[in-house]
């Protein structure tokens, strides 16, 4: 079965840029999408396709994939980005493809 | 714009099976784009997918769950459903409901994600 690798936490000040990483075999060949949920909420689909923002979410998040890493970038961060960020990928390399979610990052706003 | 609503008991017994339905509304189940599929969330852990179903009644499962899963649609309804038996503590979890869609890659592989979820649903199992 296909891993996604997150770091359990990272930690920014206010007005820095946060780069969160999902880590995976050749997952530069997958399309990357990630997920913002605050605590007691759903999740939110912030990047989908590797880098593109569905509407309403700010253009201070980008997103990116190569090799074996892809990278969540939140720039000017600010208290309320404060969440945890999920990556996930569609794993169709078997004969049952299914959706794989990385464990998670915890992103603290110093 | 479209929801989804999870709804279902809060309390299972151990062995017993759980059964959740989602119900969509401000748009059709039956739309040829999408697939509608379940995700859950145990206390303090990650989310873990579930499966799907396409209108038709097309599934995809976890392959780590895929024995006890049954995903279902009514369409005339405009609901989906999911039951999940022989549960242990370990299935205690909150439970959303989510729709999937994507798209093709440059590349010309598929690629999809969940773009529009419920709000959840908490399900214990405890005797």
């Known amino acids: 079965s296909y891993v996604l690798t997150q770091p359990p936490s990272v930690s920014v000040a206010p007005g820095k840029t946060a780069r969160i990483t999902c880590g995976g075999n050749?997952?530069?060949?997958?399309?990357v999408h990630w997920y913002q949920q605050k605590p007691g909420q759903a999740p939110v689909l912030v990047i989908y396709y590797d880098s593109d923002r569905p509407s309403g979410i700010p253009e201070r998040f980008s997103g990116s994939n190569s090799g074996n890493t892809a990278t969540l970038t939140i720039s000017r961060v600010e208290a309320g980005d404060e969440a945890d960020y999920y990556c996930q990928v569609w794993d169709s390399s078997s004969d049952h493809p299914y959706v794989v979610f990385g464990g998670g990052t915890k992103l603290t706003v110093l | 714009q479209l929801q989804l609503q999870e709804s279902g008991p809060g309390l299972v017994k151990p062995s017993e099976t759980l059964s959740l339905t989602c119900t969509v509304s401000?748009?059709?189940?039956?739309?040829?784009?999408?697939?509608w599929g379940w995700i859950r969330q145990p206390p303090g852990k990650g989310l873990e997918w579930i499966g799907s179903i396409y209108y038709s009644g097309s599934t995809y499962y976890n392959p780590s769950l895929k024995s006890r899963v049954t995903i279902s649609v009514d369409t005339s309804k405009n609901q989906f459903s999911l039951k999940l038996s022989s549960v242990t503590a370990a299935d205690t979890a909150v439970y959303y409901c989510a729709r999937r869609t994507g798209g093709i890659a440059a590349a010309g592989y598929y690629y999809y994600y969940m773009d529009v979820w419920g709000k959840g649903t908490t399900v214990t199992v405890s005797s």
């Open positions: 050749n997952i530069g060949s997958k399309s």
């Open positions: 401000g748009g059709s189940i039956s739309s040829s784009s999408y697939y």
